[in-house]
């Protein structure tokens, strides 16, 4: 079982930064696929960005390319999402999950989930 818990959500105006972190426990997270969803209210949840927690290669959003940045630490266990320039159509709920295997920008494939952080862009 691994147990997923983000922290660093807030509200910041838009044009400013957050860094959100996941610390994953039970399991190594080297061997996990890590990704950030989001969900805003009344909106399916979607992908945002994904890190292979073994060759460390990294996929994004269109809508976060060159704003979000995803990164790993293996020996902490730890999985960061810096984002830059936000907007407030970046407000959601962020979601922290891992898969073995499957398609990285799809949800039901990963089976680990945190419980989520707001982030809220003000305009």
């Known amino acids: 079982q691994v147990r997923l818990v983000e922290s660093g959500g807030g509200l910041v105006q838009a044009g400013g930064s957050l860094r959100l972190s996941c610390a994953a426990s039970g399991r190594t997270f080297s061997s996990l696929t890590m990704g950030w969803f989001r969900q805003a209210p009344g909106k399916v949840r979607e992908f945002v960005a994904a890190v292979n927690g073994i060759g460390g290669s990294t996929s994004y959003a269109d809508s976060v390319k060159g704003r979000f940045t995803i990164s790993g630490d293996n020996a902490k266990n730890m999985v960061y999402l810096q984002m830059n320039s936000l907007k407030p159509e970046d407000t959601a709920v962020y979601y922290c999950?891992?898969?073995?295997?499957?398609?990285?920008?799809?949800?039901?494939?990963?089976?680990?989930w945190g419980q989520g952080t707001q982030v809220t862009v003000s305009s």
């Open positions: 999950a891992g898969q073995s295997s499957g398609n990285l920008k799809h949800a039901p494939s990963y089976d680990y």
